[in-house]
């Protein structure tokens, strides 16, 4: 017969993880959109648009943009242009949110003759919770962030529509226990899918 205590051996790990399961805490996670968030839906059956490439922290940038290039391109086909890829044109080599300007809106319009531009950016207000935290938690400890996809009319300089997710997370001052929170990167991500969520479900297409 084979000794209790190395019958068992092999499971002792799942066993323990289960026990960290069990005394764990999770926390969850509350989205909310931003009061001023566009309540209508995005007409994409006409105009030729231009995306800029997602800017959020390194780490999950290139995933987003990823994800934003699929959706879109499905919505508009060889109608949707990327900022990246121009070539010829007398603008700066990135945009960011601040660059954004009436005056750089217009330069746009008239270097690339496009209708529409697509602009999408997502940060990190607070990020103190790893997404596991073991023992003692001194203090109150948060994780926050948020994500912005906005478009905005080239023609008029003027913006069209406008989105933002916020994702917040806490735990508490006087927990002992092991906790389990989404990471910051973690809701930026999840709100972009909320916001890409939302425009699926109240666009007009072709």
Same mark, same amino acid.
């Given at each position: 017969?084979?000794?209790?205590?190395?019958?068992?051996? $092999?499971?002792?790990?799942?066993?323990?993880?289960?026990?960290?399961? /069990?005394?764990?805490?999770?926390?969850?996670?509350?989205?909310?959109?931003?009061?001023?968030?566009?309540?209508?839906?995005? !007409?994409?059956?006409?105009?030729?648009?231009?995306?800029?490439?997602?800017?959020?922290? *390194?780490?999950?940038?290139?995933?987003?943009?990823?994800?934003?290039?699929?959706?879109?391109?499905?919505?508009?086909? !060889?109608? /949707?242009?990327?900022?990246?890829?121009?070539?010829?044109?007398?603008? $700066?080599?990135?945009? *960011?949110?601040?660059?954004?300007? $009436?005056?750089?809106?217009?330069?746009?319009?008239?270097?690339?003759?496009?209708?529409?531009?697509?602009?999408?950016?997502?940060?990190?207000?607070? !990020?103190?919770?790893?997404?596991?935290?073991?023992?003692?938690?001194?203090?109150?400890?948060?994780?926050? *962030?948020?994500?912005?996809?906005?478009?905005?009319?080239?023609?008029?300089?003027?913006?069209?529509?406008?989105?933002?997710?916020?994702?917040?997370?806490?735990?508490?001052?006087?927990?002992?226990?092991?906790?389990?929170?989404?990471?910051?990167?973690?809701?930026?991500?999840?709100?972009?899918?909320?916001? /890409?969520?939302?425009?699926?479900?109240?666009?007009?297409? $072709?």
């Amino acid at each position: 017969m084979i000794p209790f205590n190395l019958k068992f051996k $092999p499971y002792l790990p799942i066993l323990g993880l289960t026990l960290v399961l /069990l005394m764990s805490s999770c926390y969850g996670v509350r989205y909310r959109y931003d009061a001023d968030s566009t309540r209508y839906g995005l !007409d994409f059956t006409q105009g030729s648009w231009l995306m800029n490439r997602v800017t959020a922290p *390194s780490a999950i940038e290139a995933a987003l943009n990823k994800l934003a290039v699929e959706k879109f391109s499905n919505y508009l086909g !060889d109608r /949707l242009s990327y900022y990246w890829q121009l070539n010829g044109v007398f603008l $700066p080599a990135t945009i *960011s949110k601040t660059d954004l300007s $009436p005056e750089l809106l217009l330069k746009i319009r008239n270097e690339t003759q496009k209708e529409f531009f697509i602009n999408c950016f997502g940060n990190v207000m607070r !990020d103190n919770i790893g997404g596991l935290q073991l023992g003692d938690i001194d203090g109150y400890q948060a994780n926050e *962030s948020w994500i912005v996809l906005e478009v905005y009319d080239l023609r008029t300089q003027q913006r069209i529509y406008y989105q933002k997710v916020i994702g917040d997370v806490t735990v508490e001052d006087d927990n002992r226990d092991v906790a389990f929170a989404k990471t910051a990167n973690g809701m930026i991500k999840k709100g972009f899918k909320k916001i /890409l969520k939302k425009i699926e479900k109240t666009k007009v297409t $072709p």
